[in-house]
Antibody, heavy 124, light 107 residues
Framework: EVQLVESGGGLVQPGGFLRLSCAAS????????MDWVRQAPGKGLEWVGR??????????EYAASVKGRFTISRDDSKNSLYLQMNSLKAEDTAVYYC???????????????WGQGTLVTVSS | DIQMTQSPSSLSASVGDRVTITCRAS??????LAWFQQKPGKAPKSLIY???SLQSGVPSKFSGSGSGTDFTLTISSLQPEDFATYYC?????????FGGGTKVEIK
């Protein structure tokens, strides 16, 4: 059974940093594209970034709002995905979800595999 | 960036109603369009990908259609468990972008 479990959220001051983790089970993380998606309290969904799979050299893409501040990485030995968040701002306050993409017909599509989310609050 | 505009932003409907939600992209997205359902306090659930392909395990009362820039999600007969917020997402190009959401409420 595919499972994604995020951790690492919490309260952090503006300008601070935090690292989120996403522990994957039921599949081999290195084979899959992975996304981070966030949702501010009472707001809609916002795509944060993507990590391509090992076959595509783990290259990454980011939303403009986080580029240069956030970094996605992986540890294949732990089957885990990470989101390093630096220079945090109040507007980064959100629930952060780890999402696995689905490969079909040579395209990576959104999938039904989402974690439960972890809340990050940026406040003094 | 591709802007995704959903309409309506909210709607009230009764059990058994047929409901249609529209999503318009600011440019052609080659059918790389997904639909999600989200209930309060829960992670989004993927319903449709590639504009019209049903995700595994999703009931056939949900259907997606459209091409180019205009897409629709239809719920054929609304049930109590379908009251939720629905989002579209384009994945034709980076950054991936979501629509603002449509909240489906009980009339």
């Amino acid at each position: 059974e595919v499972q994604l479990v995020e951790s690492g959220g919490g309260l952090v001051q503006p300008g601070g940093f935090l690292r989120l983790s996403c522990a994957a089970s039921g599949f081999t993380l290195s084979d899959h594209y992975m996304d981070w998606v966030r949702q501010a309290p009472g707001k809609g969904l916002e795509w944060v970034g993507r990590s391509r799979n090992k076959a595509n050299s783990y290259t990454t893409e980011y939303a403009a709002s986080v580029k240069g501040r956030f970094t996605i990485s992986r540890d294949d030995s732990k089957n885990s995905l990470y989101l390093q968040m630096n220079s945090l701002k109040a507007e980064d306050t959100a629930v952060y979800y780890c999402v696995r993409a689905h490969y079909e017909s040579n395209i990576y599509h959104p999938s039904q595999y989402w974690g439960q989310g972890t809340l990050v609050t940026v406040s003094s | 960036d591709i802007q995704m505009t959903q309409s309506p932003s909210s709607l009230s409907a009764s059990v058994g109603d047929r409901v249609t939600i529209t999503c318009r992209a600011s440019q052609v997205i080659n059918n790389y369009l997904a639909w999600f359902q989200q209930k309060p306090g829960k992670a989004p659930k993927s319903l449709i990908y590639a504009a019209s392909s049903l995700q595994s395990g999703v009931p056939s009362k949900f259907s997606g259609s459209g091409s180019g820039t205009d897409f629709t999600l239809t719920i054929s007969s609304l049930q109590p468990e379908d009251f939720a917020t629905y989002y579209c997402q384009q994945y034709n190009s980076y950054p991936l972008t979501f629509g603002g959401g449509t909240k489906v409420e009980i009339k």
